[in-house]
């Protein structure tokens, strides 16, 4: 019965290759969110879709690209990972916007960059 | 944008004594507030939140209290058990067009058997 599925659980990379992480979910909410968490910190924004219009982070590096083709998946694309962007990448969905709802998070992929 | 505090970064308690975590916000347009418990390489959890107008929520060991006035609301646990230990996240969601939760930077939990 899981809800907000990862794929994968962890992910092994070279600087500069780049690498997609999978999200899916069976809730069919509207908001899914992109956050990267380093460790002993906390999760940290770095986009998040309403349905199809795409939100970014100022903050949120060029180098990380979000793909959502229909309501149930959503990528993160690290077109160039470095070294600093080794950390778990967690999903999390929402049925609407402004607070009004939970966000449920998903598992994370643990991300490794050689 | 909103600012959130969290305090104390690591408590430490004996199994069976209460626990106090406290989080402080900058936002008075905050309106929502949800407490995440992290257990080690697990996904945060949603626990307990609390609405802009409500001033204290409770469910079994767990509560949280909310001072709009002073912006800031905490979280208690009561008859804390091992199982409690984790990092345990306080959040913020900012009113208006900023559609997003601000986290406070984490409390290490540690029940002592």
């Known amino acids: 019965d899981a809800m907000v599925i990862q794929n994968p659980r962890y992910q092994v990379t070279q600087f500069g290759k780049p690498v997609t992480l999978s999200c899916s979910q069976t809730l069919n909410h509207n908001v899914m969110y992109w956050y990267q968490q380093k460790s002993s910190q906390a999760p940290k924004l770095l986009f998040h879709y309403y349905d199809k219009d795409f939100n970014n982070e100022a903050d949120t590096p060029d180098n990380f690209q979000s793909r959502r083709p229909n309501t149930s998946f959503c990528f993160l694309d690290i077109r160039s990972p470095g070294l600093g962007d080794a950390a778990m990448y967690l999903c999390?969905?929402?049925?609407?916007?402004?607070?009004?709802?939970?966000?449920?998070f998903g598992p994370g992929t643990r991300l490794t960059v050689l | 944008g909103e600012n959130v505090e969290q305090h104390p970064s690591t408590l430490s308690v004996q199994e069976g004594d209460s626990a106090v975590i406290k989080c402080t916000y900058s936002?008075?347009?905050?309106?929502?507030f949800p407490w995440y418990k992290q257990e080690l390489g697990k996904r945060p959890q949603l626990i307990i939140d609390?609405?802009?107008?409500?001033g204290e929520k409770k469910d079994q060991r767990i509560a949280v209290t909310l001072n709009k006035t002073a912006k800031h609301f905490s979280l208690h646990i009561t008859e804390t058990q091992p199982e409690d230990s984790a990092v345990y996240f306080c959040a913020a969601y900012s009113g208006g067009s900023n559609y997003k939760l601000t986290f406070g930077k984490g409390t290490l939990l540690t029940v002592n058997p």
């Open positions: 609390i609405r802009s107008n409500v």
């Open positions: 936002d008075s347009a905050s309106n929502y």
């Open positions: 999390a969905t929402s049925r609407e916007l402004g607070g009004v709802d939970t966000q449920y």
